[in-house]
């Protein structure tokens, strides 16, 4: 082409000396659906929108408890409120007290669990994070009541109708890569089994309300780990085999399940407070020293507070802890139910903390989990094993497990299209979704350049780069470069991405003295 210059003079022209390049996308954004106690902001609601935060103290700014709005009759200003009443046990119960047998009943419409599990992920590595508050949590009932004892934990304020709007309304962000919501395991069974199924299917390629399919996972918690049965939880008919039918069998390979629920430190002894243990009625008639000095004044104070001056229920609660060991058991023992938490808050956590520290190609698993001091379940290395593999279905479920001397441990990483030699683990899954979210954002400048050499050369050139410091970071598998991955015009792109060992065999014989 003859050139534009006519006037004479010094004319710069500046060459890139680097080629564009592909810029790797973030890959530990959960969001997070459920109950809040509130959801505003200087004035604006929040309510059914994906809110961004970078902490726990983002989270309070929308969603806490703030100063001079208790969230009702139960509180000192209690961020959770949950009412845990004392029933003599017809078994064995939960705790024996003066030689009688309690149960700790529930009330089930004050259960919730999306408060804790974000405090539980932030404990455990967390970041950056969406939350989607789906309804206001209402204040403690003054006519609660206990769930009856040997029935399923059902919230009646948890509605499948709000988390699957909750749902949707994630879909429209795109840079979230896994879902988590804790309070779905409160619905109905059939309300949960069909929420697992929606969140599989948004995660999924064929996605039709996500702006972004194939981009994430869904981290899922089993339903009834709160108690599972020590003896049938494994058998037919028990939650595991029940929750393997719940799912479904569509895009498993974006689901990753764990097991059992987790005993944490969330909730602390000064959170919580005799109306959490159904008030002084209940305390008084199964309390052994209820009718002995100083308990029986502290009790009255309760029941009928003074006219002039009552004390404060935190003062109360200081004094009945003092003047009762009966009562201090109970407290704990309350206290240890309301610490019991889902795990997938945790695991968000922790993913996120091997995401940033070593990256997405690092299993998530022989990690231990801060905050956490126990599981509602002991599982061995012989029960675990149908867990992970499941050579019906291929529907792996990742346990958690206290090992002795090292914590409360991660001990599985598989997707649960655990079947598939492609997406079995959890690992390869969210790297492919990485490398492929990666490449995808990057090669959207190109759309409409001419279909020729110069433009595929360009694009093979940021390809390789990309894939290159892949490599060297360890992501991809392969003694060189070259051999971990082939870049051909088109644009087809394949990557050797390493696995987990997961079974390490070391074997040993004796020899004859030499």
Not at 314 to 334: F, P, R, W
Request: contains cysteine; hydrophobic residues 40%; aromatic residues 8%.
């Amino acid at each position: 082409m003859a050139s534009p210059l006519q006037t004479p003079g010094v004319y710069i022209n500046e060459v890139n000396a680097f080629p564009n390049s592909v810029v790797p996308v973030a890959t530990a954004v959960p969001v997070f659906i459920g109950y809040t106690m509130r959801a505003d902001y200087k004035g604006k609601s929040y309510l059914n929108q994906a809110v961004e935060i970078n902490s726990l103290q983002d989270f309070m700014t929308f969603f806490g408890v703030m100063t001079g709005t208790p969230p009702g009759p139960a509180a000192d200003m209690q961020q959770y409120a949950p009412i845990y009443h004392i029933i003599p046990s017809s078994g064995e119960g939960d705790v024996t007290i003066g030689g009688k047998p309690l149960d700790l009943l529930p009330d089930p419409t004050t259960i919730y669990y999306l408060y804790n599990s974000i405090k539980l992920f932030y404990q455990n590595g967390g970041s950056t994070a969406f939350i989607v508050s789906v309804g206001l949590i209402p204040p403690s009932a003054a006519t609660s009541k206990p769930m009856a004892a040997d029935t399923p934990l059902v919230n009646p304020n948890v509605v499948y109708s709000d988390l699957y709007r909750g749902l949707q309304l994630s879909g429209q962000e795109s840079a979230i890569t896994m879902i988590v919501i804790p309070d779905a395991v409160l619905l109905k069974q059939a309300d949960y089994a069909t929420l697992m199924q929606n969140i599989l299917q948004q995660c999924g390629l064929d996605s039709p309300d996500c702006c972004a399919p194939g981009s994430r996972v869904g981290l899922l918690d089993i339903y009834g780990g709160e108690s599972p049965d020590p003896e049938l939880w494994h058998q037919p008919g028990g939650e595991i085999e029940t929750f393997r039918t719940d799912v479904g069998m569509n895009d498993l390979k974006y689901g990753i399940a764990y097991y059992p629920f987790l005993k944490t430190t969330m909730v602390q002894d000064t959170d919580i407070n005799f109306i959490n243990m159904g008030g002084g009625k209940e305390l008084a008639a199964v309390l052994p020293d209820a009718n002995v000095e100083p308990v029986k004044t502290i009790l009255g104070q309760i029941l009928t507070p003074p006219a002039t001056n009552p004390p404060s229920p935190l003062q109360l609660e200081n004094a009945l802890l003092g003047a009762s060991a009966s009562y201090s058991q109970l407290h704990d023992h309350v206290l240890e139910k309301i610490n019991t938490l889902p795990p997938s808050g945790a695991m968000a956590g922790l993913i996120t903390m091997v995401d940033n520290s070593i990256g997405v190609w690092r299993a998530p698993a022989n990690f231990s989990l801060t905050a956490v001091n126990d599981t509602t379940l002991k599982i061995t290395d012989s029960s675990q094993g149908p867990l992970n593999v499941d050579a019906v279905t291929g529907k792996s479920i990742n346990a958690i497990r206290l090992k002795p001397g090292f914590g409360v441990m991660v001990w599985g990483a598989r997707t649960l299209d655990g079947n598939s030699d492609d997406w079995r683990y959890v690992n390869v899954r969210r790297t492919m979704i990485f490398i492929e979210q990666s490449l995808k954002l990057a090669m959207q400048s190109y759309v409409f350049l001419p279909n020729v050499d110069s433009t595929w050369s360009l694009v093979q050139s940021m390809v390789t780069s990309f894939l290159t410091s892949l490599w060297s970071q360890g992501c991809l598998a392969g003694s060189s470069a070259s051999a971990s991955f082939k870049v051909a015009i088109g644009l087809t792109v394949q990557v050797a991405v390493s696995h987990p060992a997961e079974f390490i065999t070391i074997t040993i014989s004796q020899q004859a003295q030499s």
